[in-house]
Each structure stands twice: as structure tokens, then as C-alpha cells.
């Protein structure tokens, strides 16, 4: 079981409620859903947003801030960048980094929107993640590969934890790659074909060209992160919206658990030094282990015909995203072995998953008509004494 934002009973024995408690930290990644002020237009000039529905969609937002008190917040759809800024510093976020801009396609017309962090904790670096340029051809990718969307790397100062590197990403978008030399229409050997079925097949091709380009962003990212984690020996988070199931895609390689070795033991250590997992799974193993701890502390002769061993059962990540009745899972938070107690090298647990989901599953016109459209993934960890 989880916890969604119906779900929130502080007798549950992974509920964690005391947010001055110095052994936890809440990371959160939201997904913004275009957030652009007024009077700028985000990909069409018909985009704007009137100043009421500008004002609802910045209370929507600072509400779940006051409510759900995130440490550490990843953004993803961020074109008003100081508007943000100033928002999240009047939430009690002294610090705020995002390393790249929107881009302008005409006088007030925006696309290309950016990532961004906003932290309680001191933020003592921040880079934007670029391609490897040696990697475009071993990984078949052209000399002008580029991130559709610039990842942000923020070095943040936890408490007894200390620097950690924190990456919010947001992967290029299901949505096809428009290219005209999908259309059979620029085929001098081709007389005559159809053009609705030359449709179909130029949107399967965009499709294909965008999720390669999703995989190869991952890749690209990966490769930044183990880099820097080799020169910095850093905890890693990566938040944020992959536009795609993790497990179910050319995107499990991010948790770099399916390679053949052949020194067993020596990758082993390095698997779990380097890899990344994912957190709900992290969490789930953390809420069986605290049942199995329970079940014994009560365990006696008196009560044994009572009690049952724990039964906690492996459920599947809560959707985060609903394209109209199919749901899925596109935003997630990943953690570096050091937030694995089963490492030997461990520094914290995964010991709370929160999706903040009502505005999906049971939304009020009246509060979350300019909300988001993704529901928003926090997870507690515990910092180990």
C-alpha cells in the first residue's frame, strides 16, 4: 500500500507526518503543466492564460507546498522562470536553480520549456547535463544529437547526509518527430500512393524517431551521472517526468540492472555503488522488512495462533499519469545504492512514497481546473543512525 493524498493516516506504521523530525527529507517531483504567466502563449498564440486562471494555477500550487512540505522539489514545464523563483522563495525555499530558457518561437509565443529545483537545503552547484559528443557514434545517434530538453544537475547540501547530486530530467515527449522525409510525397521513384495511409505511416515513424530519442537522452544522462559519480563518489536522486514506463521500455537501462559480467563479485560491488533504483520498489522492500520487524517484536506463545507473517505484496508503481481511461507511470524518483539499506555503504531508506493524485482521480472544477495534468511522486527517506 501507498500513500495517496485520501490515504494520509498517521496510524499507519510508514506514515511519516513530523516534518521538523532532522532524520527525514521529502523529494518531490511536479510536473508543472505548462507554466507560463500571462500575457505569454505556451506553443499556439490561443494559449494564454487569463490573470484568474494565472492566480488559481499559482495557489494550486503553493497549496500543495503548504500541505505536503517537500525538502527538495524537480520541475519539469517551466517557462516562467523568476515567476517560479519568486513563488517557491515565498514558500520557504531560499534556494532555486534552473540552468537553461524556454524557447521563443515569436514575439510572446513560447515551447521548449525547462527544468528547475527549488530546495530548502543549500545548493552549492548547478550545471545543465550536455551529450557526450564520443558517445553519438558508438550509440548510433548524429553529430548533432542534443537533449530535447537541457537536464539540470543541482549539488545539494543534506543534512548529515552532505552532497548529494540531484538531476531533474524531462525526456522528449511520445508525441511524433515531424519530418518531411517521412512522407512517401518526396519519393520521385513512388507515382502514385495514398495519402491518408502515407499519414499513418509518417506519425508511426515520428513515434519510433521519439522514443529513440527518449532512449538516447537516457543514455547521454546515465553516462553523465556514473562520470561525475566516479569523480565526486556523490549520492545520486534523479527525478522527473521520462515520458514512458520505465520497466517496460528502452528506459530500464537507467537502473543498470540487466548487463552479463563476467567478474561477478567485483561488479556486483560496483552495480550496487553505481546503479540506479527505482524508489517505489525501494519502499516497498522497506515497509515488508518494518512488518516482518513488528510481527516478530509480538511474537509469543500466547498470541501465535493470532498472528499472521507479514503479507505485504509487490504491487505495481501507482499510476502518475492518465491519457483518458489508460493509466501509466511517466514520473519517477531513482536513488543511488546509498539509499538502499541493503548496501553496505547505505546512508538512508526509502521510508514513505506519497502520489498526490486527487486533482487526477477526484478533481473540484473550482481548485484544480488549472492544476496538472501528472500527479505528483514525494518520497521520505530516513536517514540511518
Known sequence: MYRTTEQVDSNLPYSVNAHDN???????TFNLCNYLAPPDAFYDFENIYSKAQWDKKQAWIQAYLAEQQPDIIGFQEVFSVES???????????YFSAIDKPNVIDDYIYDSPVVAVASRFPITDAAAILPEPTLNAPLGLNDNFAFSRKPLRATIQLPQIGPCDCYVAHFKSKRPIVSEGFSLSNTPDISAFDPAVDDFRSQILGQWASTQQRVAEAAQLLNSIWLRKMES?????????????????????LLADGGRHKKAAFSDAISQRYRLQHSWPLFQASLCHREARDWEANESVDDLAELSMPVTIKRPAPYTYYYGAVGMVL?????????DPSFNESLAEVYDYHL????????CYDI???STDHAIVMVTVRIRQ
Open 368 to 370: 484544480d481546473s488549472h
Open 331 to 339: 514520473d519517477y524518483i531513482l536513488l543511488s545504492g546509498e539509499f
Open 22 to 28: 532532522l532524520n527525514i527529507i521529502k523529494i518531490a
Open 233 to 253: 563518489e556523490y549520492p545520486v536522486i534523479l527525478m522527473g517526468d521520462f515520458n514512458d514506463e520505465l520497466e517496460t521500455s528502452g528506459l530500464h537501462h
Open 84 to 94: 517560479l523563483k519568486a513563488l517557491v522563495l515565498q514558500a520557504g525555499y531560499p
Open 356 to 363: 498526490y493524485d486527487r486533482h487526477l482521480i477526484s478533481p
